[in-house]
């Protein structure tokens, strides 16, 4: 399985002041914090979405090189690149996290269903189906990218309708699968919003996760064996507690200044060492429990990030080759697949044997190509539509060019 991110920064769920001065259920303390609490923007989160997507490039680069996934041909050394779906669970964390923000700061409420919807059918879908488009070209006349055959019409509705988790047709792009778990979950943020305003983080985490895990439960051996689709309720709960985290914007100085980047690292381990003692394979068959465990983790990392603990990291992430690579994020991710099977199946042979020659070349060739292309894809099909919000301000834009 494949890879994703999914879509861009935190969207601005404005609300009117007079509301986020108003009663939240959070306390009396409420008002005080949303008076003092930083910029709009938490610094580093585009640095984590871009090595997030550069990891899903590495992962596809080794994938479609050695033969046998989760059994893999590739060297042992390699082992850590095989756990691309991990990356897409991070990127749904993150997602929940950054729609969150702005809710958060303003008393868990956004600015209506319709206006949050068209924001990201505005920030998400141009690109999507710009590159949806590419993909199809590559997959009909350079290299299909489905072991199901090449994309036919039923592709094209369903991919264009980002209908994949729901219905399965003959993929264009292995990435494309998150996208379709993504807006799934869109559809579901507002509820969460709700549930957390109300009711608070615990019972938020607990409403979406327990039903998961009972459904897990009573699967065959307590391991449910995943499709391509139908996996948004599934991964439901790691989007929710990239949204209960979103908390940390407005907690009490005590509660940012704890040691959220250990906190991380604490409940990191347990997962990473069940993993080696278990091994790779058998930590791919159990992604089911694998992706809930590993959330928490996940979300205490952003929550580090987001109060700037440690220093060194979140320098690190907003350093400009970093920062800027986040930048592009959602394109890089969208269109790197078809390029990466170009080189490895139809480039890569006329040049070098199989395995890890193919490999090498992937990365000095495929990976640059696909960096390089994804910013250039952005400058046409993503950064517009990040800067300007609607129609009326693109024209507004051009008049002023």
Known sequence: MDASRPAGGALDLTVPARRAQGGTGDGDGNADRLRRQPPAQVRGLDGLRGLAALYVVLFHCWLYTFPGYPHSSAPPWLGGLMFGRLAVVFFLVLS?????????????????????LRRRAWRILPPYWAALALSLLVSWFVVPASHF?????????????????????????????????????????????????????????????????????????????????????HLAPVFAAGVAGAGIVTASDRVRRLPWG????????????????????????????IDLAVAPAMTMLLAAVATARPAVLVRFLTARPVHGLGG????????????????????????????????????VVGLPVSVVSAWLFSKIFEIPFKRNRSWKSFAAARSRA
């Not at 409940?267 to 930590?283: D, F, I, K, M, Y």
């Open 96 to 116: 929940g996290f950054s729609l969150a923000i702005s809710p958060a700061r303003h008393g868990w409420r956004s600015s209506g269903v319709g206006e949050f």
């Open 149 to 233: 055959g090449p994309p036919t019409g039923a592709t094209v509705m369903v991919y264009g309708l980002v209908a994949q988790d729901m219905v399965t047709a003959p993929t264009p792009n292995g990435a494309f699968w998150s996208i379709g778990v993504e807006a799934e979950l869109y559809l579901l943020f507002p509820l969460l919003l709700l549930v957390r305003r109300r009711w608070g983080a615990a019972v938020l985490a607990a409403a979406v996760t327990l039903p998961v895990v009972v459904l897990g439960l009573t699967a065959p051996g307590a391991n449910p064996v995943e499709g391509d689709n139908w996996l948004a309720p």
């Open 262 to 289: 250990w906190f991380a690292v604490a409940a990191a381990l347990p997962v990473l060492a069940l993993g080696v003692v278990r091994g790779s394979a058998w930590t791919v068959n159990h992604y089911f429990w």
């Open 328 to 363: 592009f994020s959602y394109s890089l991710y969208l269109i790197h697949l078809p390029i990466v099977l170009a080189v490895i199946r139809r480039v890569a042979p006329h040049f070098v044997a199989p395995g890890l020659p193919t490999f090498w070349f992937t990365l």
